[in-house]
Structures are given as structure tokens and as C-alpha cells.
T-cell receptor, first 113, second 114 residues
């Protein structure tokens, strides 16, 4: 059963506007959440993360919000740029003693110039 | 600094053949792992290692073997390839302490089993 879900397989946004990518999780033991960005024929690259003790983390144009009660997180990209077009994966990990990550199925973001 | 290097980038196997996917990192990371990516399934963990000599199974380990004789290398062996193992395979590594740095992924191996 998928413990991390990204229910929107794709999203299209105009350049300059805000992109909002959503992610839901089912395991309340998850305590760390990450977003990865993936271009075709490349491996995923780490984008931004958030600990469960926070509800927001910001890095430049990227902000991740965490709502623990709803088991929901979102990635905001403002302003969106054509170079942001990629597949975005949400991932989560828990206090298992290892660094294993559980990934969502990804959302393909297309930023239209 | 090469990061995580995976070889080969592409491979076609016949059903029943065996092969080894190579993964090497030069960042002195203790943690290494193998994922497979299938359409509509995201990335699923196959095997992982928290240090040399220590390996464990992930979510989808059947049909795969791993070993970790050095910190740098973490090869993935397909014992008898099956069409269901057609996938893109990613190797990843990270520091053992905390998750702040996330994973560093290799560029992937696209495997087709016919």
C-alpha cells in the first residue's frame, strides 16, 4: 500500500505564477519529508526538506508546508520558471534507524512560457 | 567529485540471464540504497546498506542480491532476469547522520528484460 501519495500526476502553470504540488501520507511515524526534482534521463536531485517539528521551510523560490494533523504537505514554487519543468517527487522517512525514504508517484510540472 | 556513478546506463537482457548493476560513490557516505522506478509506482526500495558489511531488504527485494564489501561500492545483482524486472534502477547514497542533506542519486540504469 502506497504510504506516500501524490494524487496529481501532472500540473501546468504559466510562467511567473505560483505552482503548488501536493502530497499526502498515511504513516504517522514519518518525521522527515523531502522533495526531489527529476529531469528526464537523470537521477532525482534533492530540492528541499522539512522536519515534523516545523510547519514551514523556505529556500529561495521554494517553500514546503507541512500539516501534520492532515498528514499533508505541499511545495510552493514562486515565481514559476520554465526551467522548473520536471517531475517532482515527495518522500518521507521515519525513525527506523535507517535512512530509508518512501516516495510518492511523482507530479509532472510544466511551466508554460 | 563524481558523486554517485552507475554503470551501465542501458542494458538489454534475455529472460534467465544474470547481471550486476554497478554503483560507486566517492563521498564517503555510509548509507547506500537501490531503488527501481516503474510507471505509476514512484521509486521503490529494493535493498539498502548502512555501512560496509551491512545490508538489508527494502520493499521489493525478490530476485535481487546485494553486498557491501567497501564503503564506496554497492552492486546490485539480478540472479535470473525476468520481464517484470524491466525498470529504471537508481542507486542513492547519503550521510548516516540525519536527513538534512537528502540523498544523492546516480543517473540511473535502464534495464529491459526480453
Amino acid at each position: 500500500d502506497q504510504q506516500v501519495k501524490q494524487n496529481s500526476p501532472s500540473l501546468s502553470v504559466q510562467e511567473g505564477r505560483i505552482s503548488i504540488l501536493n502530497c499526502d501520507y498515511t504513516n504517522s511515524m514519518f518525521d522527515y519529508f523531502l522533495w526531489y526534482k527529476k529531469y528526464p534521463a537523470e537521477g532525482p536531485t534533492f530540492l528541499i526538506s522539512i522536519s515534523s517539528i516545523k510547519d514551514k521551510n523556505e529556500d529561495g523560490r521554494f517553500t514546503v508546508f507541512l500539516n501534520k494533523s492532515a498528514k499533508h504537505l505541499s511545495l510552493h514554487i514562486v515565481p514559476s520558471q520554465p526551467g522548473d519543468s520536471a517531475v517532482y517527487f515527495c518522500a518521507a522517512s521515519g525513525p527506523t534507524g535507517a535512512n530509508n525514504l518512501f516516495f510518492g508517484t511523482g507530479t509532472r510540472l510544466t511551466v508554460i512560457p | 567529485n563524481a558523486g554517485v556513478t552507475q554503470t551501465p546506463k542501458f542494458q538489454v537482457l534475455k529472460t534467465g540471464q544474470s547481471m550486476t548493476l554497478q554503483c560507486a560513490q566517492d563521498m564517503n557516505h555510509e548509507y547506500m540504497s537501490w531503488y527501481r522506478q516503474d510507471p505509476g509506482m514512484g521509486l521503490r526500495l529494493i535493498h539498502y546498506s548502512v555501512g560496509a558489511g551491512i545490508t538489508d531488504q527494502g520493499e521489493v527485494p525478490n530476485g535481487y542480491n546485494v553486498s557491501r564489501s567497501t564503503t564506496e561500492d554497492f552492486p546490485l545483482r539480478l540472479l535470473s532476469a525476468a520481464p517484470s524486472q524491466t525498470s529504471v534502477y537508481f542507486c542513492a547514497s547519503s550521510y548516516s547522520a540525519g536527513y538534512s542533506y537528502g540523498y544523492t542519486f546516480g543517473s540511473g540504469t535502464r534495464l529491459t528484460v526480453v
